[in-house]
């Protein structure tokens, strides 16, 4: 068995602190159109498939610049890096709040994703370099706490301010607010100097081509975009789909569209504690992460009978199980990547997995959008969502090999 990590330090508790902020901030600016779609659409005469475009348009500019950041976190500061895209995400946001025609909601939504993309790639490579494999699931977990608690929370009072004060004083009061996290980041955050040439020669680091030769990071790439199909999905569209599929009113979705989020991030903390636990019990990572990646998975194709079932009540309930179980998965599938990249390749990794993961951001509203527009029913997007779910639990099954740090600069592949 091995050696239990240290307890957690003061040093730690703050930066994750700050990191879950920062997250918190990063979900709410997404999920805040999803808020403002049947407002924007009645005042500036849009459709399901120009939301759609909106929507995809964020994702674009994110899932294209996921190489560029995860070549900026591994060769400059992380503080720096981090800090500038969150003062870019977050004047984008305010910024979309004066838009007044189509064109400069989608150009505000793709300066949006451009400042955002630096978050996940940052995010792993911190965590990679300063937690433990058996605290990384704990870590994981809370960042994707304030993921989910993020749009949970936006749909509950983002949804009251656009009925009570109307949607472009959401997006200015988010934007302009969450500045007040950036002198907390510049104070507090982990000061690591850029490597010089003479160091950077020292150390080994995979090139792209090497990191994508590994049949695991494969794995995670279309496991990814499982997850995010179906989340983006959710993000983008589940309030909407409350007030145009079953005729909620804004207040009504409010209150109760936030709480399939609230679950998954309730879920996660519970998920990334446990794993962490088995794991410094001498529990196997791969045995233990995977199973909480499948199980997450599988449960989460519940959305399509949640989606289409007649009754509100029994749709919610539905809702909230698949949510619940979803947690498990979105726990712990960065803790894989950490593991098997390690500080060296972390952000180069991450960057590619986010950019490929990503692309389902892209996919998911614009073609939910559609399906809308041509059917007039949400039925086979919600299909979609399950299949595309279930292919990604086989993924993390069978394509990803044993979870352990990859000794790179060897010609062998890593065997399961």
């Not at 992380?78 to 984008?92: E, H, K």
């Not at 794993?275 to 233990?288: C, F, W």
Request: glycine share 10%; aromatic share 14%.
């Amino acid at each position: 068995m091995a050696a239990p990590s240290p307890k957690t330090s003061a040093a730690q508790k703050r930066l994750l602190v700050l990191l879950v902020v920062a997250v918190f901030i990063n979900y709410i600016d997404r999920a805040n159109l999803s808020v403002s779609t049947a407002d924007i659409m009645k005042e500036l005469g849009l459709n399901f498939s120009q939301m759609g475009d909106l929507g995809a348009a964020f994702f674009v500019t994110y899932a294209s610049c996921q190489l560029l950041s995860g070549w900026l976190i591994d060769r400059y500061e992380v503080r720096l890096v981090l800090g500038a895209g969150f003062l870019i995400w977050s004047l984008a946001t305010a910024a979309t709040g004066m838009a007044n025609s189509f064109t400069v909601l989608v150009l505000f939504r793709l300066l949006l994703g451009f400042g955002e993309s630096v978050a996940y790639p940052a995010f792993s490579k911190i965590i990679a370099a300063n937690y433990a494999e058996d605290q990384r699931g704990k870590a994981n977990a809370f960042i994707d706490a304030g993921s989910k608690f993020g749009p949970a929370l936006g749909i509950l009072i983002g949804g009251l301010v656009v009925a009570n004060l109307g949607w472009r004083a959401l997006f200015l009061l988010l934007g302009f607010g969450a500045l007040a996290w950036l002198p907390f980041w510049m104070l507090w955050a982990p000061r690591t100097q850029p490597q010089t040439a003479a160091q950077r020669k020292d150390v080994y680091v995979p090139s792209m081509l090497e990191i994508l030769s590994k049949r695991s990071v494969w794995g995670t790439f279309f496991g990814l975009f499982g997850i995010n199909y179906a989340w983006y999905f959710m993000v983008t569209w589940f309030p909407p789909y409350l007030i145009k599929a079953r005729h909620f009113s804004t207040e009504r979705m409010a209150v109760l569209g936030w709480l399939p989020f609230l679950m998954i991030g309730i879920a996660a903390m519970i998920a990334g504690w446990w794993a962490d636990r088995l794991i410094s019990q001498g529990g196997s990572p791969t045995k233990i992460r995977k199973r909480f990646l499948v199980t997450g998975m599988l449960a989460n194709t519940l959305l399509l009978p949640a989606g289409m079932a007649e009754n509100d009540l029994v749709s919610m309930a539905l809702f909230l199980f698949a949510c619940f179980a979803f947690g498990f998965t979105t726990a712990n599938h960065w803790a894989v990547t950490q593991t098997m990249a390690g500080a060296a390749a972390a952000g180069k990794w991450t960057g590619m997995q986010n950019a490929f993961g990503n692309l389902a951001g892209v996919i998911a509203p614009k073609v939910t959008g559609m399906i809308v527009d041509q059917t007039g029913s949400f039925y086979w997007a919600f299909v979609a969502v399950a299949v595309i779910a279930f292919l990604g639990a086989l993924s993390f099954a069978f394509v990803i090999e044993d979870i352990k740090p990859i000794e790179w600069g060897k010609t062998s592949t890593q065997k399961g």
